[in-house]
Nanobody
Framework: QVQLVESGGGLVQAGGSLRLSCVAS????????MSWYRQAPGNQRELVAR???????NYAVSVKDRFTISRDNAKNTVYLQMNSLKSEDTAIYYC????????????WGQGTQVTVSS
């Protein structure tokens, strides 16, 4: 089995910054795409950012130039640096990884709350 554990969420004022982390552990042979999604109350879960094995990235238009996704393959970890936070960034943030593993391929973290006060 593979587990993803997120950390770094919290309460921050508008204009502030937070850094989210997500560490994968378990029966991992390698990890392909790593992504961050978010879901605000009453909304569908949406893709925030994705990073491929070779480091190519793509971002939601709403976060481009404010958020940066990165990964540390040696640590099975993905990060999301969030700057210039806005109230509309308030949501539960989930990490997702496509894992080469004997026990499956698509895994989600439990989510971490990010609240931006205006």
């Amino acid at each position: 089995q593979v587990q993803l554990v997120e950390s770094g969420g919290g309460l921050v004022q508008a204009g502030g910054s937070l850094r989210l982390s997500c560490v994968a552990s378990g029966s991992i042979l390698s990890i392909k795409d790593m992504s961050w999604y978010r879901q605000a109350p009453g909304n569908q879960r949406e893709l925030v950012a994705r990073i491929t094995t070779v480091g190519s990235t793509n971002y939601a238009v709403s976060v481009k130039d404010r958020f940066t996704i990165s990964r540390d393959n040696a640590k099975n970890t993905v990060y999301l640096q969030m700057n210039s936070l806005k109230s509309e960034d308030t949501a539960i943030y989930y990490c997702n990884m496509v894992v080469v593993s004997p026990t499956g391929s698509n895994y989600w973290g439990q989510g971490t709350q990010v609240t931006v006060s205006s």
